[in-house]
Nanobody, 121 residues
């Protein structure tokens, strides 16, 4: 098991940037695949990005968001540029050793508490 804590959310105007951080505690962090998901009220969690066995993004953020990791700091980052109002959500990081479908939130058994991102128009 690994414990995850997100930070870096906030209120930003459209076109602005934020960098989210996900700090992990526990062993073997380097072996984990780590993803970012987001959720808006009344909606299921939506896959945003993953890093580990592969790096990938949901189409709506490609070219704007970048996921990266610093294993020495046990931290995964999500750099979000050119933010849009539709990016407004609670963002969660999640981790798993293995997966069949990294876009499926049920594949992840370690979750952070979430951080709110609000983009104003």
């Amino acid at each position: 098991q690994v414990q995850l804590v997100e930070s870096g959310g906030g209120l930003v105007q459209a076109g602005g940037s934020l960098r989210l951080s996900c700090v992990a505690s526990g062993r073997s962090f380097t072996n984990y695949n780590v993803a970012w998901f987001r959720r808006t009220p009344g909606q299921e969690r939506e896959f945003v990005a993953v890093i580990g066995w592969q790096t990938d993004y949901v189409d709506s953020v490609k070219g704007r968001f970048t996921i990266s990791r610093d294993n020495a700091k046990k931290t995964v980052y999500l750099q979000m540029n050119s933010l849009k109002p539709e990016d407004t959500a609670v963002y969660y990081c999640a981790a798993t050793f293995t997966y069949n479908d990294y876009r499926n939130s049920y594949e992840y058994d370690n979750w952070g508490q979430g951080t709110q991102v609000t983009v104003s128009s």
